[in-house]
């Protein structure tokens, strides 16, 4: 077996592709291209640019006298497939045609998969996803909505939160299959899972309109009113779901989606930006707080992540109102690109099995 696993990791987002290369778990090269709002409107479809990106992430790493020969895997992130378990999965032709046509959505995510394979195939070295947002582990408890039509949907910000609970058991010196933890990611979407012995068996879909407001989401909001807005006449389908992804939270409130821009509001002495702020701390805590009961009390720790985790004073505003229940611990930004590299280098260490979409559908 190999000492030093060479891996490439690729994090496509909707104006950005995220690159990086690991020895094991040290990055030896990582960039994030710039994509323009021209050259992505070029494009009809997600799928459609695929050669685009890839030939973007080829350049640079040419430039950057990465060999592609001494690559071991490529991991592309996971994007907006059917629902399975967490893990790290091999690339597949079912699943690269459930990602090309967009089988649960849309989303620049979609293309990781897709160009990781194609890397594989020019390569002849392995090609996995790892956590992707759909990762669906949830009770039977937790899909029931409380109308017989609709049923509870998964999508949260798996990759990182699976990524802080390893790294935190890893610091206590315990598996995270022995731990149960509440983990809060807040970045333009929030999501707080309950993760019980290394399965998240319940959490809010971070997408389309439920648990705490965001800097860009609504989540959950009084659904008779909702309904009132939907038929009043004023609104088209597309306005209302904007409320709710895009233009709700902080976009809706301060017309901001930039936490740093409401901590400048108020310490200029802005009282609304103030309540507002505090507001989304305040949700967050009630969904940890919900998060606590389902796992009935036994927390070992409650972690908070993402982006705003940068605060100091949105963090203990939380910490503040949930600290009863179990240590709180700050892992602030974003782990995704590591817990990519991680997830391949545990299948090429022989820790872990690549998991078969196939078998899951």
């Known amino acids: ?3 030093v696993y060479k891996i490439l990791t690729i994090n496509p987002g909707s104006t950005s592709t995220k690159i990086a290369v690991y020895d094991n778990d040290k990055e030896v090269f990582e960039k994030t ?4 709002s021209e050259e992505i409107a070029q494009f009809d479809k997600i799928s459609d640019q695929f050669n685009f990106r890839k030939d973007v992430i080829e350049g640079e790493l040419k430039a950057a006298d990465i060999k592609l020969e001494e690559l071991d895997c490529v991991v592309g992130r996971g994007g907006l497939l059917k629902p399975i378990k967490g893990g790290t999965y091999s690339v597949t032709e079912s699943m690269l045609e459930d990602l090309r046509v967009g089988v649960s959505g849309q989303h620049a995510s979609n293309l990781g998969g897709i160009i990781a394979n194609e890397f594989s195939k020019e390569l ?3 090609a996995f996803i790892v956590d992707p947002v759909v990762v669906d582990e949830m009770s039977d408890l937790a899909r029931i909505s409380g109308t017989a039509s609709i049923e509870r949907k998964c ?3 798996a990759l990182n939160q ?4 390893r790294r935190y058991a890893e610091e206590v010196g315990k598996k995270y299959e022995d731990l149960n933890l509440i983990i809060a990611h807040m970045g333009g979407g929030v999501s707080v899972g309950a993760h019980s012995k290394g399965a998240v068996i319940d959490v809010a879909n971070a997408l389309d309109g439920e648990g705490p407001f965001s800097p860009e989401r609504s989540g959950g909001v009084p659904a008779g009113s909702l309904v009132d807005l939907c038929f009043s006449g004023k609104y088209t389908v597309y306005d209302i779901r904007k409320m709710i992804t ?3 939270g902080l976009v809706s409130y301060l017309n901001t989606n930039d936490a740093r821009e409401v901590e400048a509001m108020i310490e200029k002495g802005d009282k609304k930006a103030a309540l507002v702020y505090e507001a989304m701390a305040y949700q967050i805590a009630k969904e940890i707080g919900s998060c606590a009961a389902v796992l009935a009390g036994k927390v070992d720790a409650v972690l908070l992540t993402g982006g705003i985790a940068y605060s100091k004073s949105f963090t203990k505003m939380i ?11 700050v892992y602030p930004g974003e782990d995704e690109m590591i817990a990519l590299a991680l997830g391949g280098l545990r299948v090429l260490k022989g ?5 078969n979409y196939d078998a899951q559908q």
Do not use: T, Y
């Open 1 to 3: 077996m190999k000492e």
């Open 246 to 248: 895009g233009n709700g």
């Open 319 to 329: 910490a503040d109102r949930v600290g009863f229940l179990a240590e709180v611990k």
């Open 33 to 36: 291209l710039r994509h323009s």
């Open 155 to 157: 999508i949260f910000h």
């Open 351 to 355: 820790e872990e099995k690549a998991q």
């Open 124 to 126: 002849d070295i392995p």
């Open 162 to 165: 699976k990524a802080i609970a």
